[in-house]
């Protein structure tokens, strides 16, 4: 038992003693915090009469005094600093006590309970004692969460208005208009008055080059202590030179290379104290101030260049594309298609029209070789189908003009297959270029309205012909003249389209209204109204297109409804990039869509009849080529899998016959056929072989009895198909399956040759739309996904990317809805395969 207490004994006094030397940290602890809060009261003034005249030193302040102001304004700051340092003498170190009763008052302990650890009674009776301890141990409990805080100055019983932060904001402001000469203007108070006659450099120098907003540089600071050169300085930059203190009253003057004499400053302000200058860089030279000078080598800002990237060609519609290049060291700003009549043209012609304006689309910033495109149609100006010569022009922000050579060509005109609208149209190009030719125009009115129940069946046509003859007859002036061109040119176009007409004008417009907005950077409210008005107006154009077609023209429902569902996405997409900011790609998606819709025309008829039966013939030709080429293609799988097999054979050995291993109708499976039995396999397809290099030869044969050309590509894969079958005979798998690729590759290429050939034909006997371009059905020259072939005929996909998108789930829609065209029945023959070799995965080189 007196184990026990004396063991308890030694733990109390253990803690009893980690307690005291607790106490007596937190105790120094307070004792320095006491000290910190008398010390900075009377630090105060001290450090803002310090902070005051830094300030003033690097505000300069001294250097714009006299000596002798400066002189008395330095003994009050001495003599200021000085008395502030006064109160210090009253600075004493807190002691032990007060720390106690700083401690007791902070942890709100009572009864003195920091005390109460080192007293002891005056009486130590027993009795005494032990209440005493108890005391003790119940003070002890509050001790243990001790703490010291932290120092608090009372600053506002020293400054009550709260004058301490000015000087503190005076510091803040001239530390960063110092700069790197702060350091050096502390000494400005102490030195010594100028000699008279003595010039002094200026301490103060600031100059910087400001590069054009359009260039997208940042700003260039030269140097103080000068002998540096400055380079890579864009033309029409701003240099601006700031001169303070003694001496400012310098010139400040830059000599442009090659001259002698200084270049007088765009902007100037001259004073005893303070001197400034800006001039305009058109050069570089050199800059003289303060003694110290530097050379500026200025870049010339060159003239974009723009240029034709292809040939310009007409949309089915007649709508002219055109695509370019724009290239500008610093980017263009606007750029437009100069529209002006070639040939013989009379210098006295009065037109009704102005020249035609086209303005040009921006390159994407995302484009590696800064090309564009842009469709407008023009088939509205008199100009249409008469020789003009196009100049691309391109502008910078600094004025520079860049000009392509002049190419001349036909104006693409929309073809009218209507006489009567053909005539109409051909009144009102006569007087539309020269209104002194009004005569002309009006005997051609007359002449189809002699005998009008044979030439205009319909009344109102009629009436609409003699109410435009009247016209022609009145007008008089310019606005009269221009109402009667329209007129004629709605009667025109409402003869051959109807209401087609009028719905197409209202696309036309609906995409200007919104590429115009685009450019300028109209609201996403407006945006929305406009994106809009663009909608209606396409499923207005789309619905009366529709209603055009004949039964046996129409599409199937599910096409139908995957067209309506793309177009949706587009015009979501492009009202997405609109009002996220990326107007740049708006409008790039907007010119595709201008692209699509002007090459979305309405089969003719006539067309039709003329060429049905040589089309029907030459399409089922085409498709019997698409079955050729998959066939040729399965039997190059099924040879190159035997020939897989027999390596494997001669390599490791004929397998082992196992019982229940067979093919169907009790054939062995080719895994399980010994290396003889793969040679026969290869010998039996040779009569397949065979059978498509006749198929061939028939195809030919057929084509060139319907007027085709003979294509080289078919000729080499009959070769190759010869010798493939050859191979095969031999049992020799990798010499076939090299043959049987090669053919495959040259039906490839004699079917676009194949498909050139028809081009040329088509718009030689098809009767040539606006530009000469033709097509299939409604894609005129185009391939399934709307996207104009080129040049040179159809393409089967080997120069076509499918178009970029946002995000990959729509990549994903894309190839589901090419799977589900590809189930469909497609109208032109090309399309499966161009289809088939989309959804092929690509090898990356």
């Given at each position: 038992m007196t184990g026990q207490k004396h063991t308890a004994g030694k733990r109390n006094d253990a803690v009893d003693d980690a307690l005291t030397r607790r106490i007596r940290r937190k105790r120094a602890l307070t004792r320095f915090n006491l000290f910190v809060e008398r010390l900075v009261p009377l630090l105060l003034w001290p450090l803002a009469v310090a902070a005051l005249y830094v300030a003033l030193s690097w505000l300069g302040v001294f250097l714009l005094l006299s000596f002798a102001v400066r002189a008395a304004l330095l003994f009050f700051f001495i003599l200021g600093f000085a008395v502030s340092l006064w109160p210090l003498r009253h600075l004493r170190i807190p002691s032990a006590h007060d720390a106690e009763r700083r401690l007791e008052a902070h942890n709100a302990l009572a009864h003195q309970a920091i005390s109460v650890r080192l007293d002891r009674p005056a009486r130590q009776t027993p009795e005494a004692m032990a209440l005493w301890q108890a005391h003790q141990r119940r003070m002890a409990e509050h001790l243990r969460a001790i703490d010291s805080g932290l120092p608090k100055p009372d600053l506002a019983s020293v400054?009550?208005?709260?004058?301490?932060?000015?000087?503190?904001?005076?510091?803040?402001?001239?530390?960063?208009?110092?700069?790197?000469?702060?350091?050096?203007?502390?000494?400005?108070?102490?030195?010594?008055?100028?000699?008279?006659?003595?010039?002094?450099?200026?301490?103060?120098?600031?100059?910087w080059i400001s590069p054009p907003g359009y260039t997208r540089k940042a700003p260039v600071y030269l140097q103080a202590d000068g002998g540096e050169a400055i380079t890579g300085i864009p033309e029409g930059s701003v240099l601006t030179v700031r001169l303070s203190g003694e001496g400012a009253d310098?010139?400040?003057?830059?000599?442009?290379?090659?001259?002698?004499?200084?270049?007088?400053?765009?902007?100037?302000e001259q004073g005893t104290l303070a001197n400034s200058a800006s001039f305009s860089l058109s050069s570089g030279g050199r800059l003289d101030a303060a003694g110290r000078s530097w050379d500026i080598a200025v870049d010339p800002d060159e003239a974009p260049v723009i240029a034709f990237k292809g040939t310009?060609?007409?949309?089915?519609?007649?709508?002219?594309?055109?695509?370019?290049?724009?290239?500008?060291d610093y980017g263009v700003t606007r750029a437009r298609a100069e529209i002006a009549p070639a040939g013989d043209v009379d210098p006295h012609a009065e037109p009704v029209y102005p020249l035609p304006q086209f303005p040009l689309n921006m390159p994407a910033r995302s484009s590696k070789d800064h090309s564009a495109f842009t469709s407008r149609n023009l088939t509205e100006h008199p100009l249409s189908g008469t020789p003009v010569t196009i100049t691309l022009v391109a502008e910078?922000?600094?004025?520079?003009?860049?000009?392509?050579?002049?190419?001349?060509?036909?104006?693409?005109?929309?073809?009218?297959?209507?006489?009567?609208?053909?005539s109409v149209a051909e009144q009102r190009q006569i007087f539309a270029l020269d209104?002194?030719?009004?005569?002309?125009?009006?005997?051609y009115s007359a002449a189809i309205t002699l005998r009008p129940e044979e030439t205009i069946p319909d009344l109102t046509q009629f009436l609409l012909i003699k109410s435009a003859q009247t016209r022609m007859t009145l007008a008089h002036d310019e606005d009269s003249y221009r109402d009667t061109a329209d007129y004629m040119w709605d009667i025109a176009t409402g003869i051959e389209d109807g209401a087609l007409s009028d719905a197409e004008r209202r696309l036309r417009e609906a995409q200007d209204a919104l590429s115009e907005a685009l450019e300028n950077g109209a609201s996403d409210a407006e945006i929305a109204r406009l994106m809009q008005e663009l909608r209606e107006a396409m499923q207005e154009f789309l619905s009366e297109m529709a209603q055009r077609m004949q039964p046996s023209e129409q599409?199937?429902?599910?096409?139908?409804?995957?067209?309506?569902?793309?177009?949706?996405?587009?015009?979501?997409?492009?009202?997405?990039?609109?009002?996220?900011g990326n107007r740049?790609?708006?409008?790039?998606?907007?010119?595709?869509?201008?692209?699509?819709?002007?090459?979305?025309?309405?089969?003719?008829s006539t067309a039709q009849q003329q060429g049905g039966q040589q089309n029907s013939e030459m399409r089922q030709q085409i498709d019997k080529l698409g079955e050729l080429i998959q066939e040729q293609q399965r039997l190059m799988n099924e040879t190159f899998d035997l020939d897989q097999q027999l390596r494997d054979r001669e390599r490791w050995g004929d397998p082992q016959p196992s019982p229940g291993e067979q093919g169907e109708n009790g054939e062995k499976a080719p895994r399980d056929m010994t290396a003889e039995e793969l040679r026969e396999a290869l010998r039996q397809l040779q009569q397949q072989q065979q059978g498509l290099a006749e198929q061939l030869s028939e195809m030919q044969e057929k084509l060139s009895e319907l007027g085709m050309p003979p294509a080289e590509g078919f000729d080499q894969a009959g070769e190759a198909m010869e010798g493939a079958a050859g191979a095969l005979g031999e049992g020799e798998g990798s010499a076939a399956v090299e043959g049987q690729g090669n053919a495959l590759e040259a039906l490839r290429q004699g079917a676009q040759q194949m498909m050139n050939s028809m081009m040329a034909q088509g718009q030689g006997q098809q009767g040539q739309g606006p530009g000469g371009q033709t097509g299939w059905g409604n894609q005129a020259g185009r391939d399934p996904l709307g996207r104009n072939q080129g040049a040179d005929g159809l393409d089967f996909?080997?120069?076509?990317?499918?178009?970029?998108?946002?995000?990959?789930?729509?990549?994903?829609?894309?190839?589901?809805?090419?799977?589900?065209?590809?189930?469909e029945q497609a109208p032109l023959p090309s399309e499966p395969p161009y289809l088939e070799r989309l959804l092929e995965p690509q090898s990356q080189n």
């Open positions: 400054d009550p208005y709260a004058l301490r932060a000015v000087p503190v904001l005076l510091l803040f402001v001239a530390w960063f208009y110092a700069g790197p000469d702060g350091t050096a203007r502390l000494a400005d108070a102490f030195a010594p008055p100028a000699r008279e006659g003595e010039t002094q450099v200026a301490l103060r120098f600031d100059a310098q010139p400040i003057t830059f000599t442009p290379d090659g001259s002698e004499e200084a270049q007088a400053p765009a902007e100037a310009p060609r007409a949309a089915a519609n007649g709508a002219l594309e055109l695509d370019y290049t724009v290239t500008d910078d922000a600094a004025g520079h003009v860049g000009r392509s050579p002049a190419l001349e060509m036909v104006l693409p005109e929309r073809a009218f297959r209507n006489l009567l609208a053909g209104t002194r030719r009004m005569p002309q125009a009006l005997q599409m199937p429902g599910d096409q139908q409804t995957l067209r309506q569902r793309d177009l949706d996405n587009l015009l979501n997409q492009l009202e997405n990039l609109a009002r996220s740049d790609a708006a409008q790039q998606l907007l010119s595709e869509l201008q692209r699509m819709m002007n090459n979305l025309q309405p089969p003719s996909g080997d120069n076509v990317d499918v178009p970029d998108e946002i995000t990959v789930q729509r990549a994903r829609e894309i190839l589901d809805a090419i799977r589900e065209r590809l189930n």
